[in-house]
């Protein structure tokens, strides 16, 4: 199971939506396993991390896969299905979920207001954010394969470069095959999109009592290695982090303590500066070394 709030904002590093999309396994002493092959979309969040560029276009393949059925043999023939646009309440959740789904997407809670247009999460409109490659909207996984690709370029332009823009997208029917079906929880996927910067390396003063200068290296496509952690000494602490639609998130560092953000970090629009608010570490037992506080980063 996923959480669904990992989706939206695995880009916030935090929670968003209390739900879960089925990615389950097909249980080979299921009964499906000596059933019909089943097909669908193995990875149900395709996430795209595109570096800045204006004017660009960037290629993006959502994977479509044969998944189980058939006892574990691959198709002998070709499978094509087409596919579409879909909605929200094509994933795999409740209505519940569904309903917290689209108020966290709405910026002023007002989900069904058709005239609300503002909202926390663009969704993506094809032939604006993104073009199909093949305008027939069929993909098809070869004889004897595993798996398909469908392809979409995605515009740099069209993107905003502080929002992760979403869509969903959906199998619709199988064109004449037998002995294959969609499986109804495999059938639709999140697509995010999203623009990493690639301009924040360089050597910063970090607002410690006693000032102290630490270093951020670009490792290409939005992603950063800092040589300490905050709070830390100099160099030998390294730690890494993300810089992808608006939002910078930590990913790793070399200890085992927790790293906890309790809002991602941003780059300050007026100054330049780099501010990572509700920042803290945390220890494997007791509370955390410290936490709650604001560290600005000042380019030298």
Request: contains cysteine; hydrophobic residues 40%.
């Amino acid at each position: 199971m996923k959480n669904l709030r990992t989706y939206l904002l695995a880009v916030l590093s935090c929670s968003l939506l209390a739900s879960c999309i089925v990615d389950d396994e097909i249980d080979v002493n299921d009964e499906y396993f000596n059933g019909p092959l089943v097909v669908g979309f193995k990875t149900d969040d395709n996430l795209g991390n595109f570096v800045e560029e204006t004017g660009a276009q960037f290629d993006f393949d959502i994977p479509v896969h044969v998944i189980g059925g058939a006892s574990g043999q691959p198709a002998g023939s070709t499978i094509t299905m087409t596919y579409e646009i879909g909605t929200f309440a094509d994933l795999n959740i409740s209505e519940g979920e569904l309903a917290e789904l689209e108020t966290m997407l709405d910026i002023n809670n007002t989900p069904l207001d058709p005239s609300d247009d503002v909202r926390k999460y663009p969704i993506a409109v094809p032939g604006t954010h993104f073009d199909w490659v093949d305008t027939n909207l069929e993909t098809t996984i070869p004889a004897n394969a595993t798996f398909d690709l469908i392809p979409i370029k995605v515009n740099n332009d069209a993107l905003d470069n502080a929002k992760t823009t979403v869509f969903v997208i959906n199998l619709k029917t199988l064109v004449s095959v037998e002995d294959v079906v969609i499986a109804e929880q495999y059938e639709s996927a999140l697509v995010r999109l999203q623009l990493c910067r690639t301009d924040l390396a360089g050597t910063y003063s970090v607002n410690y009592a006693t000032p102290a200068n630490h270093t951020i290296t670009h490792l290409g496509a939005g992603n950063y290695q800092l040589d300490s952690m905050f709070g830390w000494p100099g160099a030998g602490y390294t730690s890494y982090f993300y810089a992808c639609a608006g939002n910078l998130i930590f990913t790793e560092w070399q200890f085992s303590n927790e790293i906890i953000q309790g809002s991602p970090g941003y780059v300050d629009q007026a100054t330049g500066q780099i501010v990572f608010p509700e920042f803290g570490i945390g220890r494997a037992s007791g509370p955390p070394i410290y936490s709650g506080s604001t560290w600005v980063l000042t380019l030298q």
